[in-house]
T-cell receptor, first 114, second 114 residues
């Protein structure tokens, strides 16, 4: 079984500051991990994914995430926040190759202050 | 690649009525998923299809819910005798078997039961 915990339901940073969104997972099998972004009244857009290759994963819009097996973490970072990054971010886990459903965290709402 | 589309985008219905939603996946994708997202929560898995076969259903999918994918292309999700607790965003996603299983989401159908 898989589960995801996102620490912090709301994160607020200043424009140009570092963005750090935390995600810890639990999985009984080697996981695949994903970060999605959701803008108001829209579906989810894939930011990046970890599928057992490189542990540092680069995604769209300058985001990246590092898979740390020892810490069961997959935190999302961006060196310099932009106003357009304001959105809801979801971390998700699946049970690796051949798995079907995604299990999502509760989400983190990112606010960018000018 | 036109992406995943869903219809309608919004549906308001009275308690006790039946509603049906449609999802058109990315054309070559053979897996199709339905998720439900309530306010302030991450999406929760409902069911998924591989081609026309429905391979897994969540316990969230009560007897009032039925999903079909008759020709392995588009899918429908029907809710019978709607209840206020059914109010949510219903998200559809698709993926391609044999890849890294990232799921691509549609814009969702927001259901309001009055």
């Amino acid at each position: 079984a898989q589960s995801v915990t996102q620490l912090g339901s709301h994160v607020s940073v200043s424009e140009g500051a570092l963005v750090l969104l935390r995600c810890n997972y639990s999985s009984s099998v080697p996981p695949y991990l994903f970060w999605y972004v959701q803008y108001p009244n829209q579906g989810l857009q894939l930011l990046l994914k970890y599928t057992s290759a490189a542990t540092l994963v680069k995604g769209i819009n300058g985001f990246e995430a590092e898979f740390k097996k020892s810490e069961t973490s997959f935190h999302l970072t961006k060196p310099s926040a932009h106003m357009s990054d304001a959105a809801e971010y979801f971390c998700a886990v699946s049970g690796g190759k051949g798995a079907q459903k995604l299990v999502f965290g509760q989400g983190t709402r990112l606010t960018i202050n000018p | 690649d036109t992406g995943v589309s869903q219809d309608p985008r919004h549906k308001i219905t009275k308690r006790g009525q039946n509603v049906t939603f449609r999802c058109d996946p990315i054309s070559e994708h053979n897996r199709l998923y339905w998720y439900r997202q309530t306010l302030g929560q991450g999406p929760e898995f409902l069911t998924y299809f591989q081609n026309e076969a429905q391979l897994e259903k969540s316990r969230l999918l009560s007897d009032r819910f039925s999903a079909e994918r008759p020709k392995g292309s588009f899918s429908t999700l029907e809710i019978q005798r709607t209840e206020q607790g059914d109010s949510a965003m219903y998200l559809c996603a698709s993926s391609l078997l044999g890849t890294t299983y990232e799921q691509y989401f549609g814009p969702g159908t927001r259901l309001t039961v009055t």
